[in-house]
């Protein structure tokens, strides 16, 4: 089987730093996604980790250490309209299928 | 380029009844995929497809079909609709290689089953 772990909820106050962790227990690993939805939207893409280290995209980045089955998202400089939720996926292998995980809630309070 | 395309937005079903979400992409990728997400839940796949004429299962295949005889469409076949099977559905189209993978969602199918 496979699992990813998330935490459920996050709040932060704006100009904050929020890091949200991604654990992950799977058979394979080709590389780890993160995706952002609100409320009432569609996923949209973030970002993706198929080697180990830091992937950066303006406010957020994104990490990953393969070693560890770990991976984390980082949301500099939070900002109201960042109050979203936050997925990672897995994939196992090329060109396979995403898994997600369970989502983290972010709350940013002025 | 519109991106994912995804009709109807919003459906009302009988039990029993079946339907037909469709799905359409612009960007000639050869992975799609369908999800449905339940309130406060995260997304789980249906079924995926790596090309026009392949498909395979997801987590939750039970209740659905789908067809992929194109690359732009994967529509998906709700066959005897159940109060279960209400949620929010969403397609996906995926560009995937080597190092590079983004998956793009259309905008949703929100279905009540009565």
């Known amino acids: 089987g496979q699992s990813l772990e998330q935490p459920s909820e996050v709040t932060a106050v704006e100009g904050a730093i929020v890091q949200i962790n991604c654990t992950y227990q799977?058979?394979?690993?080709?590389?780890l996604s993160w995706y952002q939805q609100h409320d009432g939207g569609a996923p949209t893409f973030l970002s993706y980790?198929?080697?180990?280290g830091l992937e950066e995209t303006g406010r957020f980045s994104s990490f990953l250490s393969r070693s560890d089955s770990y991976g984390y998202l980082l949301l500099q400089e939070l900002q109201m309209k960042d109050s979203a939720s936050y997925f990672c996926?897995?994939?196992?292998?090329?060109?396979?299928?995403?898994?997600f995980g369970g989502g983290t809630r972010v709350l940013v309070k002025p | 380029n519109a991106g994912v395309t995804q009709t109807p937005k919003f459906q009302v079903l009988k039990t029993g009844q079946s339907m037909t979400l469709q799905c359409a992409q612009d960007?000639?990728?050869?992975?799609m995929s369908w999800y449905r997400q339940d309130p406060g839940m995260g997304l789980r796949l249906i079924h995926y497809?790596?090309?026009?004429?392949?498909?395979d299962q997801g987590e939750v295949p039970n209740g659905y079909n789908v067809s992929r005889s194109t690359t732009e469409d994967f529509p998906l076949r709700l066959l005897s609709a159940a109060p279960s099977q209400t949620s929010v559905y969403f397609c996906?189209?995926?560009?995937?290689?080597?190092?590079?993978?983004?998956?793009?969602f259309g905008p949703g199918t929100r279905l009540l089953v009565l």
């Open positions: 980790n198929a080697l180990d």
């Open positions: 996926a897995v994939i196992k292998a090329a060109g396979n299928k995403l898994t």
């Open positions: 799977t058979s394979g690993f080709y590389g």
């Open positions: 960007m000639n990728h050869e992975y």
């Open positions: 497809s790596v090309g026009a004429g392949i498909t």
């Open positions: 996906a189209s995926r560009f995937s290689r080597g190092r590079e993978e983004t998956q793009y």
